[in-house]
């Protein structure tokens, strides 16, 4: 079954109607085997469900062929999803590919976070005040922190259980940013199955990872190299920096900067020994290095920080970060869009593995604008238009206008209140009402039905792009 739906999305014109039953088994055999996954010699655990083992082993012939083939797999579960609904029959009002569901977040408690009150405490709507940090809120299906149901039932679980729903192929998050994330770069298509396959442990999905960052508070956001002109007056200017490059490479930097860069941070990398020096001339003369370096003191990423685009984006701003861009989030609060994947290659700013080779085979070090992304607005509705795999909408409703109808798009989508209170119904008669910081879940049928939203308040809608 993986082979012919893999098959069939590369050729819609051989296409066969899949069933919601074939789309659940998919997704069921892809769950177990990323669970079976050996990082040392490539060996199979025994499968959580006897039924998709033989199925599985006639499939797999290498741990690393697999690996490269879940991306295709999965892409061929969205279209078969999408196909399998639009050709049965209309399921009964009361079915559950027919409801809204609410859904709560899972919470993630990394360093960087903030104490409450923040966004990701509000969002958890726990009652726990504790200072402890509150960095993530996840909603989605991603294997390391699925969302879950008010009774407690995992949203994979559930989706399993009903998959006519649709898995999401996206990660909607909020995030809490009190100090800085580490410096950091997501790979591209082809890269992240080599990666995974390689080094699952570290690496552990066998796909890209492109994101959208919309502030909720003014946040601070590195991205990007700056000019060669901004590279070369601030290298030019502090004799440790230009030695902690090299004298070669820098040589090659004033010639050819772009190519030079990988060079000046090959060098940088090689040698932690010129970093105090370097340091102490940076945050003299570097705002955003200064402030870096209050957290991480004499780490490799106060350096590279300094070599970054930065700007604050302002609530309801956004910015586009695509695959192999270096880029840092230093503070503030925001909702994150991002294609299902954890693959982080670290550069600094960190005390998790730095993967050096990996990082400087993917930075070009060429200069490129920071993609800030300038919504759409029609009415109540703001599109943030990028060249991703998921849309992302944003509702406002007020005193002049205080509904609107959602013009129809295919699920899985999650409906995230951020202000007020907003009731959200179907054509098919299901409603449900959510306050600031909570979440809606809505299977392919409903999103393809439509949907229409009352109240007083801000929603963030987020759903595949087909």
Avoid at 61 to 79: G, M, T, V, Y
Avoid at 257 to 275: A, I, M, N, Q
Avoid at 369 to 385: H, I
């Amino acid at each position: 079954m993986l082979s012919s739906l893999a098959e069939s999305a590369a050729n819609p014109s051989n296409r066969e109607p899949a069933t919601a039953e074939s789309v659940g088994q998919l997704y069921s055999l892809l769950s177990d085997i990323k669970e079976s996954l050996h990082d040392e010699v490539g060996k199979m655990r025994p499968l959580h469900n006897h039924r998709s083992h033989r199925a599985m082993h006639q499939f797999i012939q290498s741990r690393k062929d697999l690996a490269q083939k879940i991306p295709e797999f999965l892409q061929a579960a969205a279209n078969a999803s999408i196909q399998a609904v639009s050709t049965q029959a209309p399921l009964a009002t009361g079915d559950a590919t027919m409801s809204l569901h609410r859904v709560d977040p899972a919470v993630q408690r990394y360093v960087w976070g903030m104490e409450p009150p923040c966004l990701v405490h509000a969002m958890s709507g726990a009652a726990d005040g504790t200072p402890e940090p509150w960095a993530e809120a996840w909603f989605g299906v991603h294997p390391r922190a699925p969302s879950t149901l008010p009774n407690g039932m995992p949203l994979t679980e559930f989706i399993a259980s009903n998959p006519a729903l649709g898995f999401p192929p996206f990660l909607l998050k909020a995030l809490s940013i009190a100090k800085p994330l580490s410096i950091q770069a997501h790979p591209d298509q082809e890269l992240a199955a080599t990666l995974h396959a390689r080094r699952p442990d570290i690496y552990p999905d066998a796909s890209h990872k492109p994101e959208l960052m919309i502030a909720v508070k003014p946040t601070r956001v590195l991205c990007g190299f700056k000019t060669s002109a901004e590279l070369l007056e601030l290298v030019g200017k502090l004799p440790a920096l230009a030695a902690a490059f090299g004298a070669a490479a820098f040589d090659a930097f004033n010639s050819e900067p772009w190519s030079g860069v990988k060079g000046c941070l090959t060098h940088l990398f090689d040698h932690p020994e010129t970093h105090e020096a370097a340091i102490a001339e940076l945050v003299a003369v570097d705002g955003v290095a200064a402030f870096v370096h209050g957290f991480f003191g004499t780490d490799v990423g106060v350096i590279v920080a300094a070599l970054l685009q930065h700007r604050t984006l302002q609530p309801g701003e956004a910015v586009f970060i695509p695959a192999n861009e270096l880029h840092c989030y230093l503070s503030g609060e925001g909702i994150e869009v991002m294609v299902s994947s954890d693959n982080v290659v670290r550069c600094g700013l960190t005390g998790k593995l730095i993967d050096t080779p990996t990082l400087l085979g993917m930075v070009s070090g060429m200069h490129a604008e920071m993609a800030q992304v300038t919504p759409t607005v029609s009415g109540p509705f703001r599109s943030f238009d990028c060249p991703a795999e998921f849309r992302v909408v944003g509702v406002t409703l007020d005193g002049g206008n205080t509904e609107a109808d959602v013009e129809p798009m295919p699920g899985p989508l999650f409906v995230l209140c951020m202000t007020g209170e907003v009731e959200v119904s179907t054509p098919m008669g299901s409603s449900a009402v959510i306050c600031a910081h909570q979440c809606l879940f809505a299977g392919i049928d409903l999103g393809l039905a439509g949907l229409r939203m009352r109240g007083r308040g801000e929603a963030i809608i987020v759903a595949p792009r087909v």
